[in-house]
T-cell receptor, first 111, second 114 residues
Framework: EAQVTQNPRYLITVTGKKLTVTCSQN?????MSWYRQDPGLGLRQIYY???????DKGDVPEGYKVSRKEKRNFPLILESPSPNQTSLYFC??????????FGSGTQLSVL | AQSVTQPDIHITVSEGASLELRCNYS??????LFWYVQSPGQGLQLLLKYFSGDTLVQGIKGFEAEFKRSQSSFNLRKPSVHWSDAAEYFCAVATYSSASKIIFGSGTRLSIRP
């Protein structure tokens, strides 16, 4: 089954403790992206990647890192999480950027 | 800069009634426009998209949307809603320049009255 898989679904952590949210897609898509969803703000793009080893900042990249060492994986790294990064995170991938395929989301709480 | 406005935060309609969700965009060139739906606890799923051509586009689940350049709008419609349509709906606009950005609106939550 074609899908985008994010892990974990839920994560509670404390300020400053490094964490990684994984994202993997099995559709051989070149384009992948991370979004955060906050009430009243919709989805805002954090980082995106056009292909392996090619990443770029979205609208809200501060406090986040990404890497794209393999085509299928696009992890999101929070080196020192802060409470304002409490949010619902979505990974998405696309073949031609005409349709995004989304993961089921990761609800992150930073205490 | 491109932007998307969904003026209705929450809409409630009766099952079987018609639906229209509003979306206005700001973009200098011809936009690429999308509607996505998010069911509770799920990721987003594409309902329909407009790139060019016929300004009335058909999507999945009986939805359609009409692109009106003069009004900078891309409203989503459905003639008769079902209880399963209760979800959050997002309009999005994209540019396919080197920035490859897709901008989402803030969403409209749809509730269905039995």
């Amino acid at each position: 089954e074609a899908q985008v898989t994010q892990n974990p679904r839920y994560l509670i952590t404390v300020t400053g403790k490094k964490l990684t949210v994984t994202c993997s897609q099995n559709m051989n898509h070149e384009y992948m992206s991370w979004y955060r969803q906050d009430p009243g703000l919709g989805l805002r793009q954090i980082y995106y990647s056009m292909n392996v080893e090619v990443t770029d900042k979205g609208d809200v990249p501060e406090g986040y890192k990404v890497s794209r060492k393999e085509k299928r994986n696009f992890p999101l790294i929070l080196e020192s999480p802060s409470p304002n990064q409490t949010s619902l995170y979505f990974c998405a991938s696309s073949f031609n950027r005409e349709e995004l395929f989304f993961g089921s989301g990761t609800q992150l709480s930073v205490l | 800069a491109q932007s998307v406005t969904q003026p209705d935060i929450h809409i409630t309609v009766s099952e079987g009634a018609s639906l229209e969700l509003r979306c206005n965009y700001s973009y200098g060139a011809t936009p690429y426009l999308f509607w996505y739906v998010q069911s509770p606890g799920q990721g987003l799923q594409l309902l329909l998209k407009y790139f060019s051509g016929d300004t009335l586009v058909q999507g999945i689940k009986g939805f359609e949307a009409e692109f009106k350049r003069s009004q900078s709008s891309f409203n989503l419609r459905k003639p008769s809603v079902h209880w399963s349509d209760a979800a959050e709906y997002f309009c999005a606009v994209a540019t396919y320049s080197s920035a490859s950005k897709i901008i989402f609106g803030s969403g409209t939550r749809l509730s269905i009255r039995p």
